[in-house]
């Protein structure tokens, strides 16, 4: 089985920073992309930044310039970075994963997600 486990959510006042962590654990051949969705009240969830297999960073125009996403390869860790948060970016922030399974045939990418960790960001 592949898990993803995400860390580091909590509290803050505006203007603050927190870092995301999130780690992939289980049978495991290789991983695609990482990223980060989130998911506010009554709202559905959406991307917030991934990382592809080759390091290139993409990220949704609101967190630009604040956030950064970044991978350990080789230890299976996606991070993110959120620096100047606002109450806007206050939500659930999902950790997700395109991961090649080393035990489940046939062998292809499958996606996964993280339970979730929140951030408040508030004063």
């Known amino acids: 089985q592949v898990q993803l486990e995400e860390s580091g959510g909590g509290s803050v006042q505006p203007g603050g920073s927190l870092r995301l962590s999130c780690a992939a654990t289980?049978?495991?051949?290789?991983?695609?992309?990482m990223g980060w969705y989130r998911q506010a009240p009554g709202k559905e969830r959406k991307l917030v930044a991934t990382?592809?297999?080759?390091?290139?960073?993409d990220y949704v125009d609101s967190v630009k310039g604040r956030f950064t996403a970044s991978r350990d390869y080789a230890k299976n860790l996606v991070y993110l970075q959120m620096n100047s948060l606002k109450p806007e970016d206050t939500a659930v922030y999902f950790c997700?994963?395109?991961?090649?399974?080393?035990?489940?045939?046939?062998?292809?990418?499958?996606?996964?997600w993280g339970q979730g960790t929140q951030v408040t960001v508030s004063s």
């Open positions: 289980g049978s495991i051949f290789s991983i695609n992309s």
């Open positions: 997700n994963a395109d991961i090649i399974s080393s035990i489940l045939v046939p062998r292809i990418p499958r996606n996964y």
């Open positions: 990382v592809s297999g080759a390091g290139k960073a």
